[in-house]
């Protein structure tokens, strides 16, 4: 799920785009290592967001009143039509959409099973904090796309509208019984955590996607630029937090 605002984002560069990130699609893609990053990045979008669907059926179980379950319901749709973008755009390029996403199956399922919430708020915090560390990994990779690329990274990652859904269940919660707060801080340090060492083990997987961040596909990240784009996701993560009345 993809629960952005605009004062979440971490702060990136305003320079204009230069090398491949001027470019568009049919020239950047001439360079095969590069286009192999970028189907290996549509690949893993595409079936995060298709997981991402199928969680929210899952959560929608625990939603306390039919009110919640509705806005799950409108929170899944909006996953399945990026979902359904990401795939039309491999088919697009000529690609097997479901060939380019069975490499990230295993590891996307399996950060999953370890993060099951146990309850509807902790369901609530994962989607608020944990996938939106992902959301702003692949808003800092997508700088450096060409700009056809980008704009559809861009566009399915954007705020779905629900983020003050999750704010506002989750601070009415922590008001009621303020212990709540020190048992989802715990659950949204977790979810960090797993999430950053998730990215991490993917990428290092694809040697592609790899070689693309650290500088040897297109424009790629240096390893000080690394760190601080870590640095802007981790800060990003510490204000998600206070809005949501937790502690970092």
């Known amino acids: ?15 204009e785009p230069t090398g491949v990130a001027a470019q ?25 967001e ?5 969680r929210l059926a899952e959560d929608a179980k625990l939603a306390p009143s039919l009110v919640d379950k509705a806005e799950l319901a409108k929170m899944a749709s909006a996953e399945f039509h990026h979902f359904e973008r990401l795939r ?9 959409a479901t060939k380019a996403m069975e490499p990230f199956v295993a590891a996307l399922d399996g950060f999953h099973r370890q993060t099951a919430p146990s309850d509807w708020l902790e369901g609530l915090v994962k989607a608020y904090v944990g996938d939106s560390i992902a959301s702003d990994f692949y808003r800092e ?13 861009l566009a399915v990652l954007a705020d779905t509208g629900h983020a003050g859904f999750a704010v506002d269940r989750v601070r009415a919660a922590i008001d ?29 997987d694809r040697d592609a996607l790899s070689t693309m961040l650290v500088g040897g596909v ?9 760190g601080r784009m870590f640095s802007r996701i981790t800060e990003a993560h510490t204000k998600r937090m206070a809005a949501l009345g937790l502690a970092a």
């Open 24 to 48: 568009d699609w049919a020239r950047a893609a001439a360079d095969p290592q590069y286009r192999a990053a970028v189907v290996d990045l549509l690949g893993a979008l595409a079936y995060g």
């Open 50 to 54: 298709l997981a991402a669907f199928e």
């Open 1 to 15: 799920m993809r629960f952005m605002t605009s004062s979440d984002k971490p702060e990136t560069a305003s320079a």
């Open 218 to 226: 297109a424009d790629g990240f240096d390893l000080a630029e690394v």
């Open 88 to 96: 039309n755009r491999l088919t697009e390029i000529g690609e097997d």
């Open 141 to 153: 990779v997508a700088a450096r796309l060409d700009a056809d690329t980008r704009e559809l990274v």
């Open 176 to 204: 009621a019984d303020p212990r709540m707060g020190g048992r989802l801080a715990l659950w949204a340090r977790r979810l960090m955590g797993e999430a950053l060492s998730q990215s991490q083990r993917v990428v290092a």
